[in-house]
């Protein structure tokens, strides 16, 4: 005679959900949604030069290099190509841009991203 597994299998299941439940005692509460208040920095000019080059991020992107107004070209630092709001570089061509960075209010840091307040000067490089 062959007995039935099935009354095992349907004993264990059950045991296993009620376990489950019983470890959870009220719902999941989500983490409340994270919106940063946005402030503009003062007015920084940037010189952008003419050539890209890639971001260390997670995925693959090309920077501009930028440095502030009258640093030296051991201070250039790379700036996301979409993050500068209001601004569309193109490649070959050097810009002077005046700027404000977006800082988050709720931390006082960066964001990373930048407003586009004027474009100053552009030039066709060879």
């Known amino acids: 005679?062959?007995?039935?597994?099935?009354p095992l299998y349907l004993l264990t299941l059950l045991s296993g959900a009620l376990f489950m439940s019983a470890c959870q005692k009220s719902p999941p509460v989500p983490e409340p949604l994270y919106i940063p208040s946005i402030a503009l920095g003062e007015a920084v000019v940037l010189d952008v030069l003419p050539n890209r080059a890639?971001?260390?991020?997670t995925t693959?992107?090309?920077c501009l290099l930028v440095k502030k107004e009258g640093a030296s070209m051991s201070e250039v630092f790379g700036i996301g190509y979409n993050d500068i709001?209001?601004?569309?570089?193109?490649?070959?061509?050097?810009?002077?841009i005046r700027v404000h960075e977006q800082i988050d209010?709720?931390?006082?840091?960066?964001?990373?991203?930048?407003?586009?307040?004027e474009i100053l000067s552009?030039?066709?490089s060879r």
């Open 1 to 6: 005679m062959k007995k039935s597994t099935k």
């Open 54 to 57: 890639p971001c260390q991020s």
């Open 60 to 62: 693959p992107m090309q």
């Open 85 to 96: 709001h209001g601004f569309e570089p193109h490649q070959g061509v050097s810009y002077k």
């Open 105 to 117: 209010e709720n931390t006082g840091k960066p964001t990373g991203a930048w407003q586009l307040n």
């Open 122 to 124: 552009q030039q066709i």
